[in-house]
């Protein structure tokens, strides 16, 4: 076996460990959707993913829906005078030409809302996500540990 053979091997379980995917919808790039296994009691859950606009025409994600949850929105979290406020983006969030939007804890996300069971790490959450122009794209959100981020990591130091 070749050194670059032995190279790319390395770079696909790299990849594979942790578990990226990514989805193509016309021009739009969707990739990582993940959200976070959620206590028992919980009702919500959020959701986040990167989306990136390779086009020349800004497009608007909309809404989606989830076989987990009954509600489906898109949301987004800003300091407003010192304090967290989160608020439903009723006119979607646009997606301009070249533009990379990163929906993250903190920020833009979605907010899954009464779940029908709680989400547990390794899980796959069925939902699809619509455009205003490119329609419609099935995706699976990636289940991480409660406090987890993108990269698969806890993040304890963070939460205590
Ligand atoms: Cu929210």
């Known amino acids: 076996m070749t050194r670059h053979f032995l190279a790319a091997l390395l770079l696909t379980f790299l990849a594979s460990s942790v578990q990226a995917h990514e989805y193509k919808l016309g021009s739009l790039e969707i990739k990582h959707p993940w959200t976070r296994a959620t206590p028992k009691s919980a009702q919500v859950a959020g959701g986040y993913m990167k989306i990136i606009n390779t086009g020349t025409t800004p497009d608007r994600l909309v809404g989606g829906s989830t076989d987990v949850a009954k509600s489906f929105e898109i949301h987004e979290m800003s300091m407003n005078g010192g304090v967290m406020k989160m608020r439903e983006l009723k006119d979607g969030l646009e997606i301009a030409p070249g533009a990379t939007v990163e929906l993250k804890p ?38 991480q540990a409660i406090g987890g981020n993108a990269a698969g990591m806890d993040m304890k130091e963070h939460t205590q």
Not at 116 to 137: M, Q, T, W, Y
């Open 106 to 143: 903190g920020s833009y996300h979605i907010m899954m809302m009464n779940l029908s069971h709680p989400l547990a790490k390794g899980d796959k959450v069925k939902a699809s996500l619509n455009f205003e122009k490119a329609g419609k794209v099935d995706v699976e959100f990636a289940v």
